[in-house]
């Protein structure tokens, strides 16, 4: 998955839209702005290539039989299923995110929901079933089935205590 929709990639995108017409109109007023006009391009080509990289850079999260890797920023982060020991959701780090909470090392890992293209509570109540119900995770090979199993269990939990 790929996100254009970053707030910063957004302004820089902007930036360099704009750059080069406004670095057109300082030119026209005289060599004393020569500085600023190069600040100006320079911002500019600095914008865009920064908003090229944040267009191709992929973000997103993967759950597979093998575990969850997620790309947020450049930083790539995979945890095997074994590693896994606990599944949150909430607001961490001033942000909604889920927390996955590293076994080996206690580590606490971030996935925030801009990373994501879904509804960030399908994604943590999909990890956490897979996480309780090991012998299920072949499912994940079939979105469908993966995301049925899932649904089905929500469904009986919710029966169950109301």
């Known amino acids: 998955m790929v996100s254009l929709g970053s707030p910063c990639c957004i302004f820089f995108g902007l930036l360099s839209i704009f750059s080069v017409p406004l670095a057109g109109e300082i030119m026209i007023d ?3 702005d020569t500085v600023r006009t190069y600040g100006i391009l320079l911002g500019g080509l600095i914008g865009l290539g920064y908003s090229i990289r944040c267009g191709i850079t992929p973000f997103g999260i993967e759950i597979s039989p093998q575990g969850v890797r997620w790309q947020s920023w450049g930083k790539k982060t995979d945890i095997p299923w074994h590693d896994i020991h606990k599944v949150e959701l909430g607001i961490f780090k001033l942000s909604r995110s889920i927390l996955l909470r590293d076994r080996t090392t206690g580590a606490a890992h971030y996935i925030d929901i801009s990373t994501m293209g879904s509804d960030p509570t399908i994604i943590a109540e999909t990890i956490a079933y897979f996480l ?4 299920d995770r072949d499912a994940l090979e079939d979105p469908l089935t993966a995301l049925s199993l899932v649904i089905e269990t ?8 109301t």
Do not use: E, F, M
Not at 132 to 135: I, M, Y
């Open 132 to 135: 309780a119900h090991p012998k």
């Open 154 to 161: 929500t469904k009986t939990r919710q029966v169950s205590t």
């Open 30 to 32: 005289g060599a004393q």
